[in-house]
C-alpha cells in the first residue's frame, strides 16, 4: 500500500477508533491501526531497552518445560522464585504505550503462561502437592500480584459513562 493510501486510512481508522459503538468495534480497529501503522511488526519484535525480553524469553521456556513434563514440586518452585509482577520490566509504561491494542508478543505470551501454570497448580490432587503448600504459594502471589479493584469518581455527572464501563467489563467476563 503506498505511504499516501496508508495514511488516509489510518486517518479513517482513527475516526473508526473514536466513534466505536462498543469494545468489539473498538478492538477491530485499533488491530487494523497496530497493522498499518507497524506496530504489529513491533509486537513480535522481543529486543527492546525497555525490558529485559532474554529473561523473560528464558523464564517462559522454563514455565512452558516444567508445566509440559508433569514437574509439579519443580513448577511450584519456579513459580515461587519469580513471582512478582513486573518481571524483567514488563510493566514499563514504554511498553504498553506503543501500540494500540497489546504490547510485545513475548509478555503476552508470558502471562498467559503464567496464568495457565497458576490455574495448573490450583488444580493439582493433595497427592501431587499438599493443600498447605499451596495456599502457602497463593496467599504469597496475591501480596506480589495484588488485588483488581474498580473505582468510580465523578458522582451522577458521569453516570452513563460508568454504566458503559461496567457493561464492557461484563461483557469481557472481568
Same mark, same amino acid.
Given at each position: =500500500?503506498? +505511504?499516501?493510501?496508508? @495514511?488516509?486510512?489510518?486517518?479513517?481508522?482513527e475516526?473508526?477508533?473514536a466513534?466505536?459503538?462498543?469494545?468489539?468495534?473498538?478492538?477491530?480497529?485499533?488491530?487494523?491501526? !497496530?497493522?498499518?501503522?507497524?506496530?504489529?511488526?513491533? %509486537?513480535? &519484535?522481543?529486543?527492546?531497552?525497555?525490558?529485559?525480553?532474554?529473561?523473560? +524469553?528464558?523464564?517462559? @521456556?522454563?514455565?512452558?518445560?516444567?508445566?509440559?513434563?508433569?514437574? !509439579?514440586?519443580?513448577l511450584?518452585?519456579?513459580?515461587?522464585?519469580?513471582?512478582?509482577?513486573? =518481571?524483567?520490566? =514488563?510493566?514499563? $509504561?514504554? /511498553?504498553?504505550?506503543? @501500540? %494500540?491494542? $497489546?504490547? %510485545?508478543?513475548?509478555?503476552?505470551?508470558?502471562?498467559?503462561?503464567?496464568?495457565?501454570?497458576?490455574?495448573?497448580?490450583?488444580?493439582?490432587?493433595?497427592?501431587?502437592?499438599?493443600?498447605?503448600?499451596?495456599?502457602?504459594?497463593?496467599?504469597?502471589?496475591?501480596?506480589c500480584?495484588?488485588? +483488581?479493584? /474498580?473505582?468510580? +469518581? $465523578?458522582?451522577?455527572?458521569?453516570?452513563?459513562?460508568?454504566?458503559?464501563?461496567?457493561?464492557?467489563?461484563?461483557? &469481557?467476563?472481568?
Amino acid at each position: =500500500m503506498p +505511504s499516501h493510501a496508508r @495514511a488516509s486510512r489510518l486517518v479513517e481508522v482513527e475516526r473508526c477508533l473514536a466513534d466505536a459503538a462498543n469494545y468489539a468495534q473498538w478492538k477491530t480497529a485499533a488491530l487494523e491501526h !497496530d497493522r498499518l501503522s507497524g506496530n504489529e511488526a513491533w %509486537k513480535h &519484535q522481543d529486543p527492546s531497552n525497555n525490558y529485559d525480553y532474554a529473561d523473560i +524469553s528464558r523464564r517462559l @521456556a522454563e514455565l512452558r518445560g516444567l508445566r509440559a513434563a508433569g514437574d !509439579d514440586v519443580g513448577l511450584l518452585f519456579a513459580l515461587n522464585e519469580g513471582i512478582h509482577g513486573n =518481571m524483567g520490566g =514488563m510493566g514499563r $509504561g514504554g /511498553l504498553h504505550e506503543v @501500540a %494500540k491494542f $497489546g504490547t %510485545k508478543r513475548l509478555i503476552v505470551d508470558y502471562i498467559d503462561e503464567l496464568t495457565q501454570c497458576l490455574a495448573y497448580i490450583a488444580a493439582l490432587p493433595e497427592s501431587a502437592i499438599a493443600s498447605a503448600d499451596k495456599l502457602d504459594f497463593f496467599e504469597r502471589a496475591s501480596h506480589c500480584f495484588g488485588r +483488581s479493584a /474498580l473505582m468510580l +469518581s $465523578g458522582a451522577g455527572s458521569l453516570v452513563h459513562f460508568h454504566s458503559g464501563v461496567i457493561k464492557t467489563l461484563f461483557e &469481557q467476563q472481568l
